[in-house]
Protein backbone atom coordinates (compact mmCIF):
# COMPACT_ATOMS: atom_id res chain seq x y z
CA UNK A 1 0.00 0.00 0.00
CA UNK A 2 1.60 3.38 -1.14
CA UNK A 3 -0.35 5.83 0.33
CA UNK A 4 -3.50 6.00 2.81
CA UNK A 5 -6.72 8.50 2.59
CA UNK A 6 -8.72 9.73 5.17
CA UNK A 7 -11.85 11.19 4.77
CA UNK A 8 -14.82 10.90 7.00
CA UNK A 9 -13.30 7.53 8.89
CA UNK A 10 -13.64 5.64 5.75
CA UNK A 11 -9.47 4.62 4.22
CA UNK A 12 -9.61 3.88 0.85
CA UNK A 13 -6.21 2.16 -0.94
CA UNK A 14 -4.25 3.64 -3.39
CA UNK A 15 -2.06 1.68 -5.98
CA UNK A 16 0.42 3.23 -8.67
CA UNK A 17 1.48 0.75 -11.15
CA UNK A 18 0.75 -2.16 -9.04
CA UNK A 19 -1.44 -5.18 -8.83
CA UNK A 20 -3.06 -5.00 -5.47
CA UNK A 21 -2.50 -7.72 -3.62
CA UNK A 22 -5.26 -10.43 -2.16
CA UNK A 23 -5.82 -7.82 0.82
CA UNK A 24 -7.14 -4.59 -0.90
CA UNK A 25 -4.33 -2.78 0.63
CA UNK A 26 -5.95 -3.11 3.74
CA UNK A 27 -3.37 -5.01 5.76
CA UNK A 28 -1.32 -2.82 7.30
CA UNK A 29 -4.66 -0.69 8.93
CA UNK A 30 -6.07 -4.29 10.16
CA UNK A 31 -2.82 -5.13 11.87
CA UNK A 32 -3.16 -1.63 13.76
CA UNK A 33 -7.08 -1.89 14.70
CA UNK A 34 -6.07 -5.34 16.07
CA UNK A 35 -3.25 -4.38 17.81
CA UNK A 36 -2.73 -2.70 21.35
CA UNK A 37 -1.47 0.28 20.27
CA UNK A 38 -2.34 3.66 19.33
CA UNK A 39 -2.26 5.82 16.17
CA UNK A 40 -2.90 9.14 14.86
CA UNK A 41 -3.18 9.58 18.29
CA UNK A 42 -6.28 8.52 19.17
CA UNK A 43 -7.88 5.23 20.39
CA UNK A 44 -8.33 2.61 18.07
CA UNK A 45 -11.74 1.50 16.83
CA UNK A 46 -13.03 -1.63 18.19
CA UNK A 47 -14.09 -3.37 14.98
CA UNK A 48 -14.62 -3.05 11.23
CA UNK A 49 -17.87 -2.37 9.07
CA UNK A 50 -16.88 -4.16 5.57
CA UNK A 51 -19.54 -3.12 3.29
CA UNK A 52 -19.91 -3.23 -0.54
CA UNK A 53 -21.52 -5.86 -3.26
CA UNK A 54 -21.60 -9.19 -3.67
CA UNK A 55 -17.90 -10.47 -5.27
CA UNK A 56 -15.90 -7.96 -4.77
CA UNK A 57 -13.78 -8.43 -1.86
CA UNK A 58 -15.70 -8.55 1.30
CA UNK A 59 -14.77 -12.34 2.12
CA UNK A 60 -11.36 -12.18 0.74
CA UNK A 61 -10.86 -9.12 3.55
CA UNK A 62 -12.82 -11.02 5.82
CA UNK A 63 -10.15 -14.10 5.64
CA UNK A 64 -7.23 -11.51 6.02
CA UNK A 65 -8.99 -10.08 9.49
CA UNK A 66 -9.42 -13.66 10.57
CA UNK A 67 -5.79 -14.97 9.95
CA UNK A 68 -3.99 -11.66 12.01
CA UNK A 69 -6.50 -12.07 14.48
CA UNK A 70 -5.66 -15.62 15.07
CA UNK A 71 -1.97 -14.51 14.69
CA UNK A 72 -2.76 -12.12 17.83
CA UNK A 73 -4.58 -14.95 19.40
CA UNK A 74 -7.66 -13.87 19.06
CA UNK A 75 -10.99 -16.99 19.30
CA UNK A 76 -12.80 -16.07 16.01
CA UNK A 77 -16.47 -16.71 16.50
CA UNK A 78 -18.97 -16.72 13.38
CA UNK A 79 -22.83 -16.21 13.15
CA UNK A 80 -25.74 -14.75 10.81
CA UNK A 81 -28.49 -13.67 11.40
CA UNK A 82 -30.53 -16.96 10.95
CA UNK A 83 -27.50 -18.62 13.50
CA UNK A 84 -29.08 -15.88 16.21
CA UNK A 85 -33.04 -16.43 15.41
CA UNK A 86 -32.72 -19.85 14.92
CA UNK A 87 -36.19 -20.58 14.31
CA UNK A 88 -37.62 -17.51 16.36
CA UNK A 89 -38.43 -14.09 16.38
CA UNK A 90 -38.57 -13.06 19.66
CA UNK A 91 -36.26 -10.31 20.72
CA UNK A 92 -35.48 -12.01 23.76
CA UNK A 93 -34.50 -15.18 22.19
CA UNK A 94 -32.02 -13.73 20.23
CA UNK A 95 -30.78 -11.33 22.36
CA UNK A 96 -30.34 -13.74 25.14
CA UNK A 97 -28.11 -16.06 22.36
CA UNK A 98 -25.85 -12.95 21.59
CA UNK A 99 -25.78 -12.44 25.15
CA UNK A 100 -24.05 -15.82 25.36
CA UNK A 101 -21.83 -15.28 23.01
CA UNK A 102 -20.24 -12.30 24.39
CA UNK A 103 -20.10 -13.72 27.66
CA UNK A 104 -18.15 -16.36 26.10
CA UNK A 105 -14.67 -16.64 28.02
CA UNK A 106 -11.97 -19.28 27.72
CA UNK A 107 -9.65 -17.25 29.96
CA UNK A 108 -8.80 -14.31 32.00
CA UNK A 109 -7.02 -13.05 28.97
CA UNK A 110 -9.37 -14.61 26.02
CA UNK A 111 -9.96 -12.20 22.75
CA UNK A 112 -12.57 -12.35 20.82
CA UNK A 113 -13.12 -11.76 17.28
CA UNK A 114 -16.99 -11.79 16.63
CA UNK A 115 -18.07 -12.20 12.47
CA UNK A 116 -21.71 -10.96 12.49
CA UNK A 117 -23.51 -10.90 8.88
CA UNK A 118 -27.00 -11.37 7.18
CA UNK A 119 -28.18 -9.63 10.03
CA UNK A 120 -30.53 -7.22 7.92
CA UNK A 121 -34.09 -9.31 8.51
CA UNK A 122 -33.61 -9.80 12.36
CA UNK A 123 -36.88 -7.91 13.62
CA UNK A 124 -34.60 -7.72 16.55
CA UNK A 125 -32.17 -5.93 14.75
CA UNK A 126 -31.93 -2.48 16.83
CA UNK A 127 -31.79 -4.37 20.21
CA UNK A 128 -28.98 -6.13 19.01
CA UNK A 129 -26.93 -3.27 17.52
CA UNK A 130 -27.45 -1.39 20.87
CA UNK A 131 -26.53 -4.61 22.51
CA UNK A 132 -23.12 -4.47 20.13
CA UNK A 133 -22.90 -0.55 21.01
CA UNK A 134 -22.58 -1.32 25.29
CA UNK A 135 -19.98 -4.17 24.75
CA UNK A 136 -18.06 -2.39 22.32
CA UNK A 137 -18.13 0.79 24.51
CA UNK A 138 -16.78 -1.83 27.12
CA UNK A 139 -13.89 -2.94 25.26
CA UNK A 140 -13.14 0.61 24.28
CA UNK A 141 -12.57 1.68 28.22
CA UNK A 142 -10.75 -1.79 29.39
CA UNK A 143 -13.87 -2.89 31.37
CA UNK A 144 -13.87 -6.46 29.54
CA UNK A 145 -12.24 -8.61 27.81
CA UNK A 146 -10.39 -7.78 24.44
CA UNK A 147 -13.48 -7.76 21.63
CA UNK A 148 -12.97 -7.01 18.62
CA UNK A 149 -16.70 -6.69 15.94
CA UNK A 150 -16.92 -7.42 12.15
CA UNK A 151 -19.89 -6.74 10.60
CA UNK A 152 -20.36 -7.60 6.90
CA UNK A 153 -23.49 -5.85 5.09
CA UNK A 154 -23.69 -4.77 1.10
CA UNK A 155 -24.81 -1.57 2.69
CA UNK A 156 -23.94 0.46 6.41
CA UNK A 157 -27.40 1.57 5.94
CA UNK A 158 -28.90 -0.64 8.71
CA UNK A 159 -26.28 0.54 10.86
CA UNK A 160 -27.27 3.53 13.54
CA UNK A 161 -25.06 5.67 13.75
CA UNK A 162 -22.95 5.85 16.77
CA UNK A 163 -22.03 2.10 16.60
CA UNK A 164 -20.94 2.92 13.04
CA UNK A 165 -18.41 5.55 15.00
CA UNK A 166 -17.33 3.03 16.78
CA UNK A 167 -15.63 0.67 13.88
CA UNK A 168 -13.33 1.65 10.96
CA UNK A 169 -15.50 1.35 7.88
CA UNK A 170 -13.71 -0.47 4.84
CA UNK A 171 -16.04 -0.24 1.66
CA UNK A 172 -15.17 -2.47 -1.17
CA UNK A 173 -16.17 -1.76 -4.57
CA UNK A 174 -16.46 -2.73 -8.27
CA UNK A 175 -12.74 -3.28 -9.89
CA UNK A 176 -12.32 0.36 -12.23
CA UNK A 177 -11.06 -0.51 -15.45
CA UNK A 178 -7.43 -0.25 -14.59
CA UNK A 179 -8.24 -2.71 -12.06
CA UNK A 180 -9.91 -5.05 -14.49
CA UNK A 181 -6.92 -4.66 -17.03
CA UNK A 182 -4.68 -5.63 -14.10
CA UNK A 183 -7.00 -8.70 -13.34
CA UNK A 184 -7.22 -10.16 -16.96
CA UNK A 185 -3.12 -9.84 -17.57
CA UNK A 186 -2.54 -11.45 -14.01
CA UNK A 187 -5.32 -14.10 -14.89
CA UNK A 188 -5.63 -14.99 -18.50
CA UNK A 189 -3.12 -17.85 -18.76
CA UNK A 190 -1.72 -18.27 -22.53
CA UNK A 191 0.02 -14.80 -24.32
CA UNK A 192 -2.00 -15.85 -27.59
CA UNK A 193 -5.26 -15.42 -25.44
CA UNK A 194 -3.90 -12.04 -24.71
CA UNK A 195 -3.00 -11.02 -27.50
CA UNK A 196 -5.86 -12.10 -29.46
CA UNK A 197 -8.71 -10.18 -27.14
CA UNK A 198 -10.31 -7.03 -27.93
CA UNK A 199 -9.07 -5.54 -24.74
CA UNK A 200 -10.39 -2.31 -24.99
CA UNK A 201 -13.79 -3.54 -26.01
CA UNK A 202 -13.72 -6.27 -22.89
CA UNK A 203 -13.03 -3.85 -20.31
CA UNK A 204 -15.69 -1.00 -22.13
CA UNK A 205 -18.08 -3.98 -21.80
CA UNK A 206 -17.40 -5.40 -17.76
CA UNK A 207 -17.85 -1.95 -15.86
CA UNK A 208 -19.66 -3.21 -13.01
CA UNK A 209 -18.52 -6.85 -13.14
CA UNK A 210 -17.10 -7.88 -9.78
CA UNK A 211 -14.31 -9.93 -9.24
CA UNK A 212 -16.05 -13.06 -8.88
CA UNK A 213 -18.08 -12.03 -12.30
CA UNK A 214 -14.60 -11.40 -13.82
CA UNK A 215 -13.25 -14.80 -13.02
CA UNK A 216 -16.02 -16.37 -14.76
CA UNK A 217 -15.60 -14.87 -17.89
CA UNK A 218 -12.09 -15.72 -17.64
CA UNK A 219 -12.74 -19.34 -17.21
CA UNK A 220 -15.06 -19.02 -20.18
CA UNK A 221 -12.39 -17.07 -22.03
CA UNK A 222 -9.99 -19.95 -21.45
CA UNK A 223 -12.68 -22.87 -21.94
CA UNK A 224 -13.53 -21.28 -25.45
CA UNK A 225 -10.31 -21.03 -26.71
CA UNK A 226 -9.44 -24.37 -25.91
CA UNK A 227 -12.53 -25.83 -27.50
CA UNK A 228 -12.13 -23.40 -30.99
CA UNK A 229 -8.48 -24.19 -30.48
CA UNK A 230 -7.51 -20.46 -31.90
CA UNK A 231 -9.44 -16.86 -31.87
CA UNK A 232 -12.56 -16.62 -30.28
CA UNK A 233 -15.49 -14.98 -32.53
CA UNK A 234 -16.65 -11.82 -31.38
CA UNK A 235 -20.38 -13.27 -31.59
CA UNK A 236 -19.40 -15.97 -28.69
CA UNK A 237 -17.09 -13.18 -27.22
CA UNK A 238 -20.32 -10.73 -26.82
CA UNK A 239 -22.61 -13.87 -25.53
CA UNK A 240 -20.43 -14.78 -22.67
CA UNK A 241 -19.68 -11.06 -21.42
CA UNK A 242 -23.36 -10.36 -21.52
Not at 15 to 25: A, H, I
Not at 48 to 62: D, Q
Not at 166 to 175: E, H, T
Request: glycine content about 6%; overall charge negative.
Amino acid sequence: MEQIRENSRIYTAFYQNKEPDGTMGWDELIRLLLGTEEYEGSKRENGLLITGPEGCGRHTLLAQVIAIAVEKEYTPIFLTGEDLADGTSVQAEVLERMNAVLDRSVGEEDRICLVLEQLEQLSSLPALMKLLERRLCRASYGEAEDFFLVLIQESAFPIPSVLKGMLQVCRMQYPNRKRRELFFKNHLRTFELKESLPMDQILDQTERFSYDELSNLVELLEAGEKLLGGKIPERDLQEWID
